[in-house]
């Protein structure tokens, strides 16, 4: 069936650090994939997605590309902000297309 | 749109008592989403449906859970009896569909259950 693994947190960056999260997947088929951010307090939100190998996905300063040769859809950022201090996880779509099967969660807290 | 909407925020009852937990999706939108959240077992799906109806409910945990949407407006989570370690943050999402651009699912803010 398909899966995520994302790497084990906590992440801890200093402000304006360069930011690496890893995500890889197992899959029958070709899945969307997803990068989903929780901010304390709050639900799941959309980050960001690709639907297709090489597809990258990018929002809020935030990348992911879409590679089906080493299946992983790693995100990444070039300057964190505190405000990027969330929880990340890594989906993809169930063998259906129907729901989404979500990694463990990366936890990544930012300090000035 | 006010977003997926769930009530209460917070929730707080004794072991053995029967809990329920309310979900409003966004308007339009045909597949609900349950899930479970905690910190040993990560965000769990418990069940879904497609236009009212339960498509794949075997994420419920056991007989005590139970989960219903009687309309394309509600959706119910119930607990009956609950016991402390079903302790978590219960969180429901929607989205209009499946597959490219309508797969995207919408997070409610979740209930966070205690059960002592």
């Known amino acids: 069936g398909n899966s995520v693994t994302q790497m084990e947190g906590p992440v801890t960056l200093s402000e304006e650090a360069f930011l690496t999260i890893n995500c890889t997947y197992t899959?029958?088929?070709?899945?969307?994939l997803f990068w989903y951010v929780q901010y304390p307090g709050e639900g799941l939100q959309l980050l960001l997605k690709?639907?297709?190998?090489?597809d990258k996905g990018s929002n809020k300063g935030f990348e992911a590309t879409y590679r089906k040769e080493t299946t992983s859809f790693h995100l990444e950022k070039g300057s964190v902000q505190v405000s990027d201090s969330a929880v990340y996880f890594c989906a993809l779509d169930l063998d259906s297309g129907y729901a989404l099967n979500f990694g463990k969660g990366t936890s990544l807290l930012v300090t000035p | 749109d006010a977003g997926v909407i769930q009530s209460p925020r917070h929730e707080v009852t004794e072991m053995g008592q029967e809990v329920t937990l309310r979900c409003k999706p966004i308007s339009g939108h045909d597949y609900l989403f349950w899930y479970r959240q905690t910190m040993m077992r990560g965000l769990e799906l418990l069940i879904y449906f497609n236009n009212n109806v339960p498509i794949d409910d075997s994420g419920m945990p056991e007989d005590r859970f139970s989960a219903k949407m009687p309309n394309a407006s509600f959706s119910t989570l119930k607990i009956q009896p609950s016991e402390p370690r079903d302790s978590a943050v219960y969180f429901c999402?929607?989205?209009?569909?499946?597959?490219?651009?309508?797969?995207?699912?919408?997070f409610g803010p979740g209930t966070r259950l205690t059960v002592l």
């Open positions: 999402a929607s989205s209009l569909g499946t597959g490219g651009s309508y797969n995207e699912q919408f």
């Open positions: 899959a029958t088929g070709y899945p969307s």
């Open positions: 690709a639907t297709k190998a090489d």
